[in-house]
C-alpha cells in the first residue's frame, strides 16, 4: 500500500490504522489455515532451513551492517 507525501497526521494516522488492519486480517486468517493444514506449518519451517547463508550475507547482512554509509569506503572494499 502505497501512501501519498504531503497528507495531513490525520490521514496519514487512518491510513496507518487501515494498514495494519488489513495486516491482522491476513495474519489471521494464515493462522487459521495453519489450523486446519499441519503440513504448512511442516513446510514453512523446512523452508527456514534452507536459507542460503551466502546470499544471505551478500544481499541482507553486508548492506545493512557494513555499506551503511557509516565506514571508510577502504574498509567496506576489506
Not at 488489513?22 to 495474519?27: E, G, P, R
Request: hydrophobic share 35%.
Amino acid at each position: 500500500m502505497e501512501i501519498p507525501e504531503n497528507l495531513s497526521m490525520t490521514r496519514l494516522t487512518s491510513a496507518a490504522q487501515r494498514a495494519a488492519a488489513d495486516w491482522k486480517k491476513q495474519a489471521r486468517a494464515e493462522y487459521e489455515k495453519d489450523l486446519y493444514d499441519p503440513e504448512r506449518i511442516k513446510a514453512r519451517k523446512v523452508d527456514r532451513t534452507k536459507t542460503d547463508f551466502a546470499r544471505f550475507v551478500r544481499e541482507e547482512w553486508f548492506p545493512i551492517c557494513i555499506d551503511n554509509g557509516e565506514r571508510k569506503p577502504k574498509m567496506v572494499s576489506f
